[in-house]
């Protein structure tokens, strides 16, 4: 389980490590805005994200009501 969450962990810094990059390069480019592209790709990147949280927080909580049980 800890190897989820830390998969989890890596995965959604390398997406901000991503993001702070495209946004340090639009600055550079003194480029206003953020193109469509862009927003799809960010928007989709945060649902994947969400998505692999909501399957691990499903996967512990199950885990452990059968402990429970």
Same mark, same amino acid.
């Given at each position: 389980?800890?190897?989820? %969450?830390?998969? #989890? %962990?890596? #995965?959604?810094?390398?997406? *901000? ?14 480029? *206003? +805005? ?6 799809? =790709? =960010?928007? /989709? +990147?945060?649902?994947? @994200?969400? +998505? /692999?949280?909501?399957? *691990? #927080?499903? @996967?512990? @909580?199950? &885990?452990?009501? &059968? !402990? =429970? !049980?």
């Amino acid at each position: 389980m800890d190897d989820l %969450f830390t998969s #989890l %962990f890596l #995965l959604l810094r390398a997406h *901000a490590t991503q993001l702070r990059t495209a946004v340090r390069s639009r600055r550079a480019a003194d480029d *206003a +805005g953020v193109s469509t592209l862009e927003m799809v =790709i =960010i928007a /989709l +990147g945060l649902m994947t @994200v969400a +998505g /692999l949280l909501v399957a *691990a #927080l499903t @996967v512990a @909580v199950t &885990n452990r009501t &059968n !402990k =429970i !049980k």
